[in-house]
């Protein structure tokens, strides 16, 4: 099975082991993998902060990208959603409405393509410890998604997974939100970091990095340090070279 890899502007530049980590695990499950080099940025910020029209060249660039992929897999919940909204942003064009429509159906999370499509939910991964999930927004909300993740979070040998309250709750970060309202994003990823000290979680597990960049970032500066991992990386053999500290590239924001 052909798998193209959708890096995502903040895996590629910050956090390239994330990539490296679920390339590592698709090429494991049989999958062979490429990756697109003229791909960019999805459009999601300038889209989200209202700049429509200045955000359909990134888009179209996106299509053309992943024109001839059988299928497209990334490690951002986040970012596939907004693929899933093209044929919305596109609906009418006669030009690109069906391309918005081909790369939206081939399109998946990486944890959602383990699961929904290549039918695994255990890839023999371990990883001795404690660890709670945080569950991103787009990923559940928009993309849809709230079970894959903990498919296949329940079959990592050693694994002890403790419940998180309030889940469901925005952990502050989304995008330019924690630039341009930093004092309530500040209180919104307050609170998140207050539930995941009270599970007592050695690790921090997530689908998004910007979540974990967030989180794990305001942890380290509020004194209540935790490992934060990708859950590629989790699924990745878990590998102690892998583990970062929550302090790592995080809390740019805040």
Aim: hydrophobic share 40%; net charge negative; proline share 5%.
């Amino acid at each position: 099975m052909k798998v193209s890899i959708f890096s995502t502007c903040l895996v590629d530049l910050m956090f390239p082991d994330v990539g490296k980590a679920m390339v590592e695990v698709l090429e494991r499950l049989g999958c062979e993998t490429d990756f697109p080099a003229s791909q960019v940025c999805c459009g999601q910020p300038t889209y989200n902060s209202g700049y429509l029209e200045e955000s359909k060249q990134a888009m179209i660039n996106m299509m053309r990208a992943f024109e001839h992929s059988d299928y497209v897999v990334g490690p951002s919940g986040s970012c596939i959603a907004m693929f899933h909204e093209y044929p919305h942003i596109f609906k009418g064009d006669p030009q690109w409405e069906m391309k918005a429509i081909a790369l939206k159906e081939k399109s998946y999370e990486f944890t959602q393509f383990i699961v929904r499509v290549l039918g695994v939910s255990d890839v023999g991964a371990r990883l001795e410890g404690s660890a709670t999930y945080h569950r991103s927004c787009h990923m559940s909300r928009l993309l849809g998604e709230t079970e894959t993740p903990f498919l296949l979070l329940e079959n990592v040998d050693g694994l002890q997974l403790e419940p998180l309250k309030n889940s469901d709750n925005c952990c502050g970060f989304g995008g330019t939100f924690s630039v341009k309202m930093p004092e309530i994003s500040e209180q919104m990823v307050d609170e998140k970091s207050a539930c995941i000290a009270e599970t007592g979680a050695e690790y921090l597990i997530s689908a998004d990095m910007g979540c974990l960049m967030n989180i794990g970032g305001r942890m380290s500066r509020t004194g209540k340090p935790i490992k934060i991992m990708h859950i590629a990386e989790v699924l990745n053999h878990a590998s102690p070279a892998n583990i970062r500290p929550s302090a790592a590239k995080g809390g740019a924001f805040l």
